[in-house]
């Protein structure tokens, strides 16, 4: 079983717009083999059909619950025949909701460290443009829920600073990538610039720095 974070949300689709919907908590995290418990209370009326579906990225939708105002008791999804839905093999999965959200964060004891790269800014950009930008490549990563910072000398900063969303990989890790702009004047081949991660659900922080008069 890969020790992933595993980020759970959950879909829901009621028939009835009029239908109004409290899921709770809106956050919540547990230890990997611990039980972690949803409230939803849906004032629904006749007519209105309620369905709780799972999804994993990259994948169709699964259905969890399904629900009409005519049933003793909710009916549920190949797989689930119990009313306490409970995750056997944790892979990073995702679950979405339209109008409200839920986030479930499963933490484990160590996540597999990934990779950073940081790169100086192209000289042909130092030479032709206003504007130098450092590139921190990020791959391995256990979660696609990732916190980026970065920081010249030790002192974070945050201007200047823009990062892609996450792409999940063949191996199932996801990379992403991180900048930082600064005006070519600004920039000084002594300071240290240094692009540090941590991952949703991890203690650890990972940071690499390049010092460009060392390039």
């Not at 595993?6 to 009835?16: D, E, G, P």
């Not at 909710?74 to 999965?93: E, L, N, Q």
């Not at 002192?155 to 990379?175: A, I, K, L, M």
Request: glycine fraction near 6%; include cysteine.
């Amino acid at each position: 079983m890969s020790p992933f974070l595993c980020i759970y949300f959950v879909l829901l689709w009621i028939s009835n717009a009029e239908s109004r919907t409290f899921l709770t908590p809106s956050n919540n995290a547990v230890n990997l083999g611990e039980r972690a418990t949803f409230s939803c209370n849906v004032g629904a009326k006749n007519g209105d059909q309620v369905l709780f579906l799972k999804q994993i990225p990259g994948n169709v939708p699964q259905l969890i619950i399904y629900h009409h105002h005519s049933f003793t008791s909710p009916r549920y999804g190949p797989g689930i025949p119990t009313d306490h839905y409970t995750v056997t093999s944790i892979d990073g999965f995702i679950v979405y909701v339209f109008s409200q959200s839920s986030k479930l964060i499963v933490t484990v004891d160590k996540f597999p460290e990934p990779a950073l790269l940081v790169f100086p800014p192209y000289t042909e950009d130092n030479e032709s443009k206003d504007s130098s930008t450092l590139t921190c490549h990020i791959s391995k990563l256990a979660v696609s829920l990732v916190n980026v910072k970065w920081l010249i000398d030790g002192t974070t900063v945050q201007d200047g600073v823009s990062t892609s969303n996450p792409v999940r990989e063949s191996d199932n890790t996801f990379s992403m990538s991180s900048y930082l702009t600064l005006a070519s004047k600004d920039v000084n081949k002594d300071r240290m610039y240094s692009c540090i991660i941590q991952q949703e659900g991890s203690s650890a922080f990972i940071s690499k720095g390049v010092k460009l008069s060392q390039c």
